[in-house]
């Protein structure tokens, strides 16, 4: 197998020896922190070596031929519930941790995230990365609605917190939102804040279902054949935040 054995030994030299595993033979880096991940996406462009961010793996396994040459990147220790704010109805959480799980810890604080209700078995960082949705009595509510403010290691390692857990914030685009979906393409998203509600609201979100994943959809947009606005203007966000192109559509 053609393993990336240049990168996997810079790591094994600058990275705690626990850091980096093999999944099924793919050579794989597991970050404790937004640091970690920025000095391995630094490293990843210094080296052009190709770079596959995942969470639990529940959309897309890396696995096989297309992922040999690649090193995967997996949010599974970024798991950490980082703060529940009771009077300000928002939440902090790791990428990592299980959107099924959020509400379990919520319900001691007697809040609730609709999308935790869901009967989607991934990431946090996974349901962003989808762009989670679902329908409420006809009308399409997606995870983004809900999120609301972010840490992301951009793929040339800068590390950056757009968006708000402000009720009330600064006018203009509300660039966190460009993340959900973002299918692991615009960088690593480290933790995420949702807005959140009192649980007393939760009945009204009993019929909400969830939508299928349309990954066929996004990944239209990155299509150079595809001159629809909105894919030219994807293309040209994906460049923008990836020039040397170390997170490739797989």
């Known amino acids: 197998m053609d393993r990336p054995k240049e990168f996997v030994n810079s790591l094994k030299a600058e990275f705690p020896e626990d850091r980096l595993t093999y999944q099924k033979a793919i050579a794989t880096f597991h970050p404790e922190s937004a640091e970690e991940a920025a000095q391995f996406l630094k490293l990843a462009n210094k080296q052009r070596q190709k770079i596959y961010i995942t969470g639990f793996g529940n959309n897309i396994d890396p696995l096989g ?55 989607y078995v991934g990431s946090v960082g996974g349901a962003i990365a989808v762009n989670l949705s679902a329908d409420l009595h006809g009308h399409d509510v997606p995870i983004k609605k809900y999120f609301i403010q972010s840490e992301i290691v951009t793929p040339e390692g800068e590390i950056i917190t757009p968006g708000s857990v402000c009720f009330k914030s600064v006018s203009g685009f509300d660039i966190v939102k460009i993340f959900a979906p973002s299918w692991g393409l615009l960088g690593l998203v480290v933790s995420a804040a949702f807005r959140v509600m009192p649980i007393s609201g939760a009945a009204e979100f009993d019929s909400m279902t969830m939508h299928a994943v349309d990954r066929e959809h996004f990944l239209s947009g990155l299509d150079e054949a595809n001159k629809d606005a909105d894919a030219v203007y994807s293309r040209k966000i994906k460049a923008k935040f990836d020039p040397a192109g170390i997170l490739p559509v797989v």
């Open 65 to 119: 031929e297309p992922f040999e040459s690649m090193v995967v990147l997996r949010t599974d220790r970024l798991n950490d519930m980082i703060e529940v704010s009771e009077e300000n109805y928002f939440i902090k959480v790791g990428t990592g941790f299980p959107l099924r799980e959020v509400n379990i810890r919520l319900k001691e604080k007697s809040l609730w995230l609709p999308h935790s209700a869901l009967p």
